[in-house]
């Protein structure tokens, strides 16, 4: 991030959302998550970019174990500045036309954050209802990626599924959305 205005506004905005959403994170106070961000300032980034893609990040919990705090993208659809991607470059790189300008593994990368997991994805879905219009690729494991496939899931009907496309398919509706560990 560049100037500390655009520090101050982010962890404000931050802020905001967390206590507009404290259902999502009943055990936790600002304050500690505030301390995580400070110690940790080049998290700031990646939340940034987060941000500016669309993403909403949130606090979804802190794990138990590592004490480590969990954002996650939660806005209701999958981020804006996300969409048409394959999944990773092997699958951009095997379109033999109409190839997409980025995949949704370098671009989590270049983030510093990851692809939710299918259990993640599941997590998040017990919060709200999000993906009722769109879909989001997940971080796939290596034997359905190695044959070629990879994992999306969505939100119809009142429940939460997960499917398999190829990883060079692409949609306006699909993106993918992150996580941040702090």
Same mark, same amino acid.
């Given at each position: 991030?560049?100037?500390? *205005?655009?520090?101050?506004?982010?962890?404000?905005?931050?802020? @905001? %959302?967390?206590? +507009? #959403?404290?259902?999502?994170?009943?055990?936790?106070?600002?304050?500690?998550?505030?301390?995580?961000?400070?110690?940790?300032?080049?998290?700031?980034? /990646?939340?940034?970019?987060?941000? %500016?893609?669309?993403g909403e990040p949130n606090v979804i919990e802190q794990d138990a174990k590592s004490g480590e705090i969990?954002?996650?993208?939660? /806005?209701?659809? =999958?981020? +804006?500045?996300?969409? /048409?991607?394959?999944?990773? %470059?092997?699958?951009?790189? /095997?379109?033999?036309? &109409?190839?997409? =300008?980025? #995949?949704?593994?370098?671009?989590?990368?270049?983030?510093?954050?990851?692809?939710? =997991?299918?259990?993640?994805?599941?997590?998040?879905?017990?919060? !709200?209802?999000?993906?009722? +219009?769109?879909?989001?690729?997940?971080?796939?494991?290596?034997?359905?990626? #190695? @044959?070629?496939?990879?994992?999306?899931?969505?939100?119809? *009907?009142?429940?939460?599924?997960?499917? &398999? #496309? !190829?990883?060079?398919?692409?949609?306006?509706?699909?993106?993918?959305?992150?996580?941040?560990?702090?």
């Amino acid at each position: 991030m560049r100037p500390q *205005y655009e520090r101050e506004d982010l962890l404000k905005v931050l802020e @905001l %959302r967390f206590i +507009k #959403n404290m259902a999502r994170h009943p055990d936790l106070e600002w304050r500690e998550v505030l301390a995580r961000l400070q110690a940790a300032p080049e998290k700031l980034r /990646s939340l940034a970019e987060m941000e %500016r893609t669309g993403g909403e990040p949130n606090v979804i919990e802190q794990d138990a174990k590592s004490g480590e705090i969990v954002f996650a993208d939660c /806005s209701p659809e =999958t981020p +804006k500045g996300r969409v /048409s991607v394959c999944y990773d %470059r092997a699958g951009m790189d /095997s379109r033999k036309e &109409h190839k997409p =300008t980025d #995949n949704a593994i370098d671009m989590a990368t270049a983030m510093g954050a990851e692809l939710l =997991t299918e259990e993640e994805y599941h997590q998040l879905q017990k919060l !709200g209802e999000f993906d009722t +219009k769109t879909s989001s690729w997940l971080r796939t494991p290596d034997e359905t990626r #190695n @044959l070629g496939g990879a994992l999306f899931g969505d939100r119809r *009907y009142g429940r939460v599924f997960i499917y &398999h #496309n !190829g990883a060079s398919s692409y949609f306006a509706a699909r993106g993918f959305r992150a996580s941040l560990r702090v």
